[in-house]
C-alpha cells in the first residue's frame, strides 16, 4: 500500500511583475537579479486574492484531474506561512470554499519546506489506514509579507498556489519515503517578526516594519546548498536508489543558484533537474507543488518516474521525497 498523486493543480495569480517593473522601485537591475537568483519575473495576487482563494483553485484543478469531487476527500493539510489569517487555519477556508464537508483540515508551518512537511503528514494519515484521500497543499501571498523598498528581499518572492490528491494504493507507486529536519537555532536568519506574542500589534511595530520578512541572504544560501543536498542523498540511499535513477528532481524554487550547486553536488544533469524559478521567483510553499503539476502537466511524469524532491526554508527547517509515478 503506498500514497499516490492520482491529480495535480496550480494556481498563479494574473499579474506579472518583472525585474524592469522592480527596477521603479527599489536601486536594482535586471542583469543583477538574474545573476544572482535566475529570477525574470514573479506574479503577484490580486487585491481580491489570498492565499484561500488561490489553494482553493489549486486544489479544484488537481480534484479534476483525479475525477474526484471535494467530498472524497478525507483530510486537506496545507503547507503556507501566509495565510489568510493568523487563524482559523487557511485549510479550513479552502474546505468551506471547496465543499469539501467529509475532510478535516489544518495548516502546517514550515515555511518553504511546508509543502513536504504537509506530505509527509498526509502519507502518515493514509498509511495508517485513517483514510483513503487527502488534499496536500501548497499556498502563498508573500507580496503581502514583503517590504517592496527593500531590495535584498522584495526581488526573490512571488505568490502562488499548488495542490495534489493523494490516494492510497494497493502497489508500488507512490511516495517511497519522507525525511523531515529542523533546527530552531537558526530561526532568526530568515522570519517575520510580528505580529504575535512576542511582537504584538503595535503603531511602533509598523512603524519598524515588523510585519515584514526578514532575512540574512548569504548565511542562509550557504545552510540551503548543504542541507539540500545531505537530505537528498538520504532519500536515494534509503531507497537503494543512486542520482542515475532520478526520473526528475524537483525541488524548491528558491534561487537559481542554489538549485544549480545542488544538482551538480548530487551529480544530477539538468535533463533531470526540473526548473521553472525564472517565472515565478520563490513562492515559498508552493513552489513544489507547482513544479510538479507543470511537471505533470508537460508529460515528463510517466508511470514509474522516478522523482526526488528536497526543500529548504525558515526555522530552519528542510526535508527530502521519494515518489515512483
Ligand atoms: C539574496 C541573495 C540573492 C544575495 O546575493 P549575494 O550574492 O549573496 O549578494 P550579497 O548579499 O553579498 O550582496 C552583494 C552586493 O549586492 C547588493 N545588492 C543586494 N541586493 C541587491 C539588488 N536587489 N540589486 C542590486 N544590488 C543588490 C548588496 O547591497 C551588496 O552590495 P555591497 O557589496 O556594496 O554591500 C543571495 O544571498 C541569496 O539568494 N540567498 C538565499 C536567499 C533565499 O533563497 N532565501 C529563501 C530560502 S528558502
Redesign the pocket.
Known sequence: MKARIIGTGSYLPEEIRTNYDLEKM????HD??VA??GIVQRRIAGDDECTSDMATIAAQRALEMAGLTAEDIDLIVVGTITGDYPWPATGCLVQAKLGAKNAYAYDISA??SGFLYALSNANDFLMSGRGKRALVIGAETFSRIIDWTD??TC??FGDGAGAVVLEAQEGDSGVLSCHLYSDGNYWEL?HQPGFGAKNPASAAGIEAKLPFLR?E??E??KV?VRSLTKVSKEALAANGYTSADVGQFIP?Q??L??LEATTKRLGLTSEQSFINVHKYG?TSGATIPIAIDEANRQGLLKEGTLILSAA??GGFTWGSTLIRW
Open positions: 527599489v536601486d536594482t537591475n543583477w537579479i544572482r537568483t515555511a518553504c531590495r535584498n526581488i526573490l530568515l532575512m541572504g548569504n542562509v544560501f540551503a524548491h528558491a534561487n543558484r542554489i520563490n529548504f526554508g
